[in-house]
């Protein structure tokens, strides 16, 4: 049998080309018919923004507590006070193996008659110490960790003060680091769970407007069949409306966390600056946008996906 | 492409009830046949049968000798761009111009635009409604939908062309330009098979007529009248004699 006789031999007629034409055709008939509904675009759009907004901007926000675990000016460090009269060569000791090791930034020494000293230069009772026959204040040191020094690593310089000769008590002053450190962990946990909860809905929102715009165009679906069209040139438009929803709430999702980081800018940074921290806050560049981008229409395509298997499956040409 | 062969081709639905029973028959590349029938007869499920919008519970169906009984369900939308139907209710797009319907088949092959207008404008000459592409079919009469739908069905010239009840909703005279058509394009070496209750208007047409009843082949009118030609030849020649 000759491909002119070949009942099945039309489909190279097809090509590469006008595979490309009917993408380029498809596009904008889907640009067209979402112009023409763009209340009811307007309502997915705002839907799928806000199911994406709240698990981005939780991402945006442990992003930057990572950042402030880091560089917090009260950061993690250690306070070691010797027993009263220790020589001040093991002082020294301590400070010299204490600054020996990678994760201290700075070791400050602080001998008894320093201390002394401003105890009387800080406090109004000077003279109540001149009537005890022997200086009361212990010798001590503090050290400064470097930043991203982890609470395992405060442990360790810990052990190794305490180990030291004269040593009476280690102080370890991790409290904000800890804490930052556990709310980091419950946003990180809580955003990838919401990431979850909130992408099934922008999944579901997409799928359900989807379907909505196969079952108006069920008898142009009919009538392709008919005449040829394979699953895939049905499905196109779908998709296609899936992506420009999905991308579409994805931007919506961007403007709303610009807009809370506007409004939330001003009381953060006043709580920051009383910590003496400066707010930068990171995560929000183009990276991030193009994340979003992709993300919604992934998603916007995925419920497309599910949308249209479903009901092209059950579709019943005449 | 054109040759059809049904060879014992049996259709049950799922109730049960057999549409098709055991129908043999064959369409000659580029002939024109007529099934006709009772309502229930089983003519549209014949159809359907050939445009594998269904699946036969029992035979074969041969399409230039290929079995398209089993075809894969990814090679169908190939094997239907070789064959153009036609429909009693038209099954036009609504919300789309004259020319955009006719155009849909060239669309999904990826025609370039300009051989689609040249194509589709040939085929609606064709139908008499040139002047009519830009209307809605709304706009139109229901002859002249008719005429849109079969415009559709030829506009990508198909090797086959199959009409369910295609004047089942218009006046004799236009029943008789609508037949016309089909036997213009059957000139021009397309196999068409057309379903119609309409027996005082598809005797007229002196073509092949096959009768569903039940579901069986009752009467194939091609045969008969071959049978008849050769009574009569035999009868001529007595009267020579």
Redesign the interface.
Known sequence: MSRKDDPFAQEGRSGLVGWGRDHGRVVREAMHHISARLATSLIVWLLVGIALALPAGLYLLQLNLADVGSDWDGRPGLSVYFKVDTPEAELRALAQQLRAEPQVQEVEETSSTQALAAFHAHTGLSDALELLEENPLPASLRAMLVSGATVPDLERLAAIAGKASGVQEVVVEKTWLERVSDITTVVSRLSGVLAVLFGVGALLVTATSVRLAIEARLEELKVQTLVGATERQLRRPFLYFGAIYGAGGALVALMLLSMTLLVVETPLSRLAGSYGATLEFTGFDPAFLLVMLCTGAGLGVAGALVAARQRLHDLEVL | ?GHIEMHGVTKRFSSGQEALKEVDVSFEAGSMCFLTGHSGAGK?TFL?LL?R?DTPTRGQIL????N?TNLK???L??????IG?V?QDH?L??G?SVFDNVA??L??????ERDVGRRVRAALSRVSLLEKERLLPAHLSTGEQQRVGIA?AVV?RP?ILLADEPTGNLDPELSRDIMALFEQFNQVGTTVIVASHDRELIEGMGKRIIELSGGRVVRDRLLESEVLLDESADLMGSDVA
């Open positions: 492409m549209s359907k445009l919008l399409v230039n000798g290929k398209v369900k990814s090679r939308p190939f094997y239907r761009r070789n139907a429909f099954h797009l609504a789309r849909v088949p669309r999904v092959i990826g025609m370039r559709r990508n090797k």
